[in-house]
Structure formats: C-alpha cells, structure tokens
C-alpha cells in the first residue's frame, strides 16, 4: 500500500501492519464445535474385562469445516476398593475434531462379585468307628470363584458326630 507522496523503502510502521493484516484477510480460523454422548452406566462381574466392547464406546460428533472425523481416546480412574477388585471406573471420554475442538464426558463401570464361590466336597466314605476322620485322611474339599483366587478362598469344616450308633460314643 502506497501512499501519495511516500516511497516503498520509507514505509511507516503502521503501513506495515496495514499490509499483514491485508495479507491475512483472507484466512479465518476455523473451529468445530464437537459434541459428545458417553454410554450409560453399567455394572459388570469382575470376571468380565472392562474394554469399551464389553461396557461401551462413547459416540461424537463434530461442526468442524474441514472434517467431519473425530477421535475418540478415554483413560480410566480406577476406585477398586471394594473385595477383590470390585469397586468403580470412572472412564473419562474425549472427543477431538480435525479443528482441534475437544468435549468430555464420564462414564460410570460398577465392577462386582455378583457369583458366590462354588464348592466341591470329598465323596462319600463308609468308616469304621476307629476311622481318622480328618480331612487329610478323607479328602478335602475345594472350592472356585470367579474373583477371587483360589490361594484366597478360605474352606472350614466342622464334623458332626452324634448318633453315631455302635461306635459307642
């Protein structure tokens, strides 16, 4: 930009600033609005691997101009204080357009041990009277589950030994 009665080595300042600002008149920044929906709450066995395919997958969309992807990344803010591994994951979801706009949204995964531990006891024995009747000698039982490990589980008993007929006692 010239003015009358100057010259292009003596421009001012300002004449400069007026030729940047021309110069990138053209070009406006773009910015999508992104627009996010987290699944909803969910409660599962601790059995169960808590992967977006097993409790959900937030969905997004997007404003942006120049595309209409979005990335979607999550982390996890695991509160497992419950039993073993029981407790709560709060899953914080991001959703990220091509313009660089952002959204956030927190899903809930309640983890918990919802199967009660199976048991197998020893077969049944017929003994005699003078008989060891503890478990090392008649089996001992044992026990799954599907949370705990089996080194954890505990396994009492208690034998029962009235009217026991000609034992005599």
């Not at 110069?23 to 977006?52: H, R």
């Not at 959900?56 to 120049?66: D, I, K, L, Q």
């Not at 990344?73 to 990220?96: E, H, S, V």
């Not at 199976?118 to 000698?137: H, M, V, W």
Request: hydrophobic share 35%; with cysteine; aromatic share 6%.
């Amino acid at each position: 930009i010239f003015y009358p009665g100057s010259s292009p080595q003596k421009r001012s300042i300002g004449t400069w600033l007026q030729v940047i600002l021309l110069a990138l008149a053209p070009f406006t920044l773009m910015k999508g609005a992104v627009s996010i929906t987290c699944p909803p709450t969910i409660t599962i066995s601790c059995s169960v691997n808590p992967i977006p395919a097993n409790t959900g997958t937030a969905t997004a969309s997007t404003t942006c101009p120049t595309s209409s992807n979005v990335t979607l990344t999550y982390q996890d803010n695991a509160q497992m204080n419950g039993c073993m591994g029981t407790g709560t994951i709060l899953r914080t979801w991001k959703a990220t357009d091509q313009c660089g706009a952002t959204a956030t949204c927190v899903q809930s995964i309640v983890v918990e041990d919802n199967t009660s531990p199976t048991l197998t006891c020893p077969s049944f024995k017929i003994i005699s009277c003078e008989s060891d009747t503890t478990p090392a000698n008649l089996g001992y039982a044992s026990a799954m589950d599907n949370c705990t490990p089996t080194n954890l589980i505990a396994i009492s008993y208690e034998d029962h030994v009235e009217n026991l007929g000609l034992c005599n006692g």
